[in-house]
């Protein structure tokens, strides 16, 4: 069965700084997504970035990057410049290239961006 | 805003009670998650229906059904309510299956006292 942890439950950073989040995995698949979802106080999970294990380049999204290393089932989320809206719970989470498609999430990193 | 709609956004119920919760896809979504979200289990798949049919099954309770109609949306089911029952849950959609992304709804919050 494929787990997902992040060893962080909370961090706080501020405003304008740099922050990584961490997550590792365990699977034995070798074709699989792996997501940053981000949950706002508002409660609505937001799809942050996507990588394909596939890929070797890491993905990116204007301040949002990750940092995949597959040998070591690591991927790490860092926001740069980060920004007070920032501030929300930060989910890293597995699927299967395959039929069984559901996500599989961490428990979540809680991130609060200091003025 | 994703697309997915959920009803309702609250809800608050006594134990023992049965509960609805519904879920209107993405238009032209063909594929439905649930999912529930509570503070000791976080996030969990409960079940996925693919253009009306059952998909995958996850750690969903017998007490929990769902569906999908021909219109695609979605029905969650929750009988003889507990306490422990009491969470988010949320309604993904996706165009496909397998190699799709999914697109949550805002969820319905679900009290049980």
């Known amino acids: 069965a494929q787990t997902v942890t992040q060893s962080q439950p909370e961090m706080s950073v501020q405003e304008a700084e740099t922050v990584t989040l961490s997550c590792t995995y365990d699977?034995?698949?070798?074709?699989?997504?792996l997501f940053w979802y981000k949950q706002p106080p508002s409660r609505q999970m937001i799809l942050v970035i996507r990588?394909?294990?596939?890929?070797?380049q890491n993905a990116t999204e204007n301040r949002f990057s990750v940092n995949f290393q597959k040998a070591a089932k690591s991927f790490s989320l860092k926001i740069s410049d980060s920004q007070l809206g920032d501030t929300a719970m930060y989910f890293c989470?597995?699927?299967?290239?395959?039929?069984?498609?559901?996500?599989?999430f961490g428990k979540g990193t809680r991130l609060h961006i200091l003025p | 805003d994703s697309g997915v709609t959920q009803t309702p956004k609250h809800l608050i119920t006594a134990t023992g009670q049965r509960v609805t919760l519904r879920c209107s896809p993405r238009?032209?979504?063909?594929?439905v998650y649930w999912y529930q979200q509570s503070l000791d289990q976080g996030l969990q798949f409960l079940i996925q229906y693919y253009n009306g049919e059952e998909r995958a099954k996850g750690n969903i309770l017998e007490r929990f059904s769902a569906q999908q109609f021909p219109d695609l949306h979605s029905e969650l089911n929750l009988s003889s309510l507990e306490l422990g029952d009491s969470a988010l849950y949320f309604c993904a959609s996706s165009v496909g299956a397998g190699e799709f992304e999914q697109y949550f709804g805002p969820g319905t919050r679900l009290t049980v006292t």
């Open positions: 990588q394909e294990a596939y890929k070797q």
């Open positions: 238009s032209g979504d063909l594929s």
């Open positions: 699977t034995s698949e070798n074709n699989y997504y």
């Open positions: 989470a597995f699927m299967k290239m395959n039929r069984d498609d559901k996500i599989i």
